[in-house]
Structures are given as structure tokens and as C-alpha cells.
């Protein structure tokens, strides 16, 4: 117990408990994962229990694992049952605060939660076992941040030049070569052994796919009532002879 009590002071929580939540050390977490600037909705879609939770809004990734594990109960309920989803719509889109309105019993503006009052939400009622004084909420602590969610997704041909592999993966439009390659390597362990192509002209690896002059046009395809598959850009790997890399 002393041990456990020094460990306490040594590495103070970032907020206080609250009384409600009964916060208690995490016991499940999932295996680390790849962190990237931006992910895809499918990417924040899996992980979707209380054991390994991510919620998206305005764009921005979080992980609320160790938040609901460590507060576990009534509260984080409709957490977890929006995990791998987007949440922006639980939040007023000028303060980036959960969304308010007029109580028609007491009159006062209290919270707006449909899905159900979570993690961080006062009672509209008094409650002489509420205890406001948590600190940071978690819609607003930034340490529970793991990227940004990307505003489109797009599709890219890779064709490997060498051992003639003609692969389909999904990228974020706001990601450069270098991190589309470091997609790329869950099928190709060597892909930084290649030098990455488009029509025999080599791509800047610090640029995105549009400023390689590789424009997405799916847009164009959908509003020409094109299937968007019909044409992807392609990507040639040409070997540098070099498997260290």
C-alpha cells in the first residue's frame, strides 16, 4: 500500500477524480498501434469496444481507452457505444463544447445529451455527490489526442515493378509519399528499397499525391455517373538494389 502511495505522488494523475466516476487503474488495453498524423474512418472505426476506444470530431482522433477504463460506470456507457465513430455532432460547432439548450423545468441552460449523460456532464439537477473539480474534461484534454482524421480518402494503385505485385491501398489526401509508403509496408517490407514513380518521372517523397501532379477525381467521376474504381492512379516501384533499407 505504500508502495501504491508513492507511485501516487510520484506521477500525479493529469486531473483529478470525480466522485461519480470512481476512477480506477486501466486493466484492458488493446496492443500499441501505429500512430499516424491522419487516419481514415475505417482506421477509427476498429477500434470500437471499451477495452480499445476512439472517437473522431472535428477532425481531430482521440483515444478514450484508458479514460473510460479508468472511470468506469454509468457514465462512459454512452462513450463506449459511440466508439469508432464520429462525435462531432455532440458538440456546439463554435466553442467545441457539448452542445446546450433551454431546460423546460428549471429554465436554466443545462447540457444537450440525447445519447445519454456521459463522462464530465454536471447533473441538471443538485447532486451532493457530483464533484466538478476533475480538471481538464476529455473532449478538451489534448494529451488524448493521436492524429487527425482525415478529410478524404483516397485509392492508389501500387505496382511493383520487380515482382510485378499490382496492389489497391487507402491513403489520406494529406499525406505525403513518405507516409503512403509507410502504409505500403504492411505488403511490402522493403518498399523504402524502391524508388517510387509516376509515368517514369520520380515523386517528391515530402508531397502529397495532388502536389505530384497526381490530382484525385473521383468527384468528377461520381458527378459524371463514372464508378470511381474505373480509374485509379497508379504508382510504379522500380528496386534500387538495396534490401538493407
Not at 498524423?37 to 472505426?45: I, K, L, S
Not at 462525435?87 to 447540457?111: G, M, R
Not at 477525381?217 to 538495396?242: G, S, W
Request: aromatic content about 10%; hydrophobic content about 30%; some cysteine.
Amino acid at each position: 500500500k505504500e508502495e501504491e502511495e508513492m507511485a501516487g505522488t510520484a506521477n500525479p494523475p493529469v486531473w483529478e477524480l470525480s466522485k461519480m466516476s470512481g476512477e480506477t487503474e486501466p486493466k484492458h488495453l488493446p496492443k500499441p498501434y501505429k500512430i499516424r498524423n491522419y487516419y481514415t474512418p475505417g482506421e477509427v472505426a476498429v477500434h470500437n469496444t471499451a477495452n480499445n476506444c476512439w472517437v473522431s470530431f472535428f477532425n481531430e482522433v482521440y483515444d478514450l481507452t484508458q479514460t473510460i477504463q479508468k472511470n468506469y460506470g454509468e457514465l462512459v456507457e454512452p462513450m463506449i457505444k459511440a466508439a469508432g465513430t464520429d462525435i462531432t455532432h455532440w458538440f456546439n460547432p463554435k466553442t467545441k463544447q457539448p452542445k446546450t439548450y433551454i431546460d423546460p423545468k428549471s429554465n436554466l441552460e443545462a447540457y444537450y445529451t440525447p445519447q445519454g449523460r456521459f463522462l464530465h456532464i454536471p447533473p441538471i439537477e443538485p447532486d451532493s455527490d457530483w464533484d466538478g473539480d476533475f480538471g481538464t474534461p476529455w473532449w478538451s484534454n489534448e494529451e488524448l489526442k493521436v492524429g487527425k482524421l482525415t478529410k478524404k480518402v483516397r485509392k492508389l494503385r501500387v505496382i511493383n515493378m520487380l515482382t510485378k505485385h499490382d496492389d489497391v491501398i487507402e491513403v489520406c489526401t494529406e499525406e505525403n509519399i513518405n507516409e503512403i509508403l509507410d502504409r505500403y509496408l504492411s505488403l511490402n517490407e522493403h518498399a523504402a528499397s524502391y524508388t517510387w514513380k509516376r509515368l517514369g518521372r520520380p515523386l517528391d517523397m515530402e508531397k502529397t499525391l495532388s502536389e505530384n501532379d497526381i490530382p484525385d477525381e473521383t468527384d468528377e467521376f461520381i458527378n459524371l455517373n463514372i464508378d470511381e474504381d474505373e480509374y485509379i492512379p497508379a504508382v510504379h516501384l522500380y528496386f534500387n538494389d538495396d534490401l538493407t533499407v
